[in-house]
């Protein structure tokens, strides 16, 4: 690249960080609407993980089991439109951390944010649209895919065990009240125990997720099949439907701290 071709590439480049830190704050008031999207949808995921656990469920419990819970709502479709709108906000708020971010864990984490605000939207139009499918059996196929690949059984164990130590990483920074760096101002008790609460929780899924497609490595790819697969796993379990039921009360708590703090979020 000659030297004229590097000077516009910096330029560019400058000029793409100084609109980021302009507009930072207005679509950090925007995405703060993503962030209660997603308190909503946990909520759901967590009545939906209870009616695994009483063995009363009909669909899937996972994003897109809740996703077809408000679509077949009166108004659902709109409410969808409404989410899709919101998760996109939320999208752009992380896109633009990802430029303007002081710290790299929190360039990353913006990054991993925006890919699953990206997600959900495409899933809240697709049921908004009548097109929407289990994310279950998404994942599924993909890791039957990557089984048939070379090395994809080493592939599935690495990636199991990266999640389940994303699973522990969550629920020790909730344990350390990590999430209290992501909201303005101070926390009361009741969201500080919500806070904990929702971290490990979703710490204690995950882990379970992690081992599941870890386990699916052996061939038994129906194993690997989302929060979902993971809930009904924790449930066969003995004592598993009291497990279910907390950890259920835990995600809904994430549910509800993300709702509450929403408005004054200063990261997602």
């Given amino acids: 690249m000659s030297g004229s071709a590097q000077s516009q590439v910096k330029e560019h480049a400058r000029r793409g960080e100084a609109f980021a830190q302009q507009h930072e704050q207005g679509l950090k008031t ?49 409410l969808l439109v409404v989410l899709a709108v919101g998760f996109v906000l939320l999208l752009l708020w992380q896109a633009v951390v990802v430029v303007t971010g002081e710290k790299t864990s929190h360039r990353v984490s913006a990054a991993v944010k925006a890919v699953a605000a990206a997600a959900l939207a495409v899933s809240c139009l697709r049921f908004a649209t009548g097109g929407g499918s289990s994310s279950g059996n998404q994942q599924q ?7 048939e690949a070379p090395g994809g059984p080493v592939l599935l164990v690495v990636v199991g065990l990266a999640v389940v130590a994303v699973g522990v990483v969550t629920a020790v920074k ?57 809930f009904h796993e924790i449930a066969a379990r003995p004592f598993g439907t009291v497990l ?25």
């Fill in 141 to 147: 196929t993909l890791t039957q895919r990557v089984l």
């Fill in 174 to 230: 909730g344990i350390k009240h990590d999430f209290e760096d992501k909201v303005e101002g101070s926390l009361s008790p009741g969201l500080r125990r919500l806070g904990v609460a929702g971290a490990v929780a979703r710490g204690v899924a995950f882990a379970v997720l992690g081992v599941l497609v870890a386990v699916s490595s052996t061939g038994d790819t129906g194993k690997s099949r989302g929060l979902d697969a993971a």
């Fill in 244 to 268: 279910l039921l907390l950890v259920a009360l835990g995600v809904a708590a994430y549910g509800l701290f993300q709702l509450l703090t929403a408005p004054r979020r200063r990261r997602a």
């Fill in 30 to 78: 925007l995405g703060r609407a993503g962030v209660a999207a997603e308190g909503l949808v946990y909520l759901l995921i967590a009545w939906l993980a209870a009616q695994v656990a009483f063995g009363g469920s009909s669909g899937s419990a996972d994003s897109s089991g809740a996703l077809g819970q408000i679509a077949s709502q009166p108004f659902g479709k709109v």
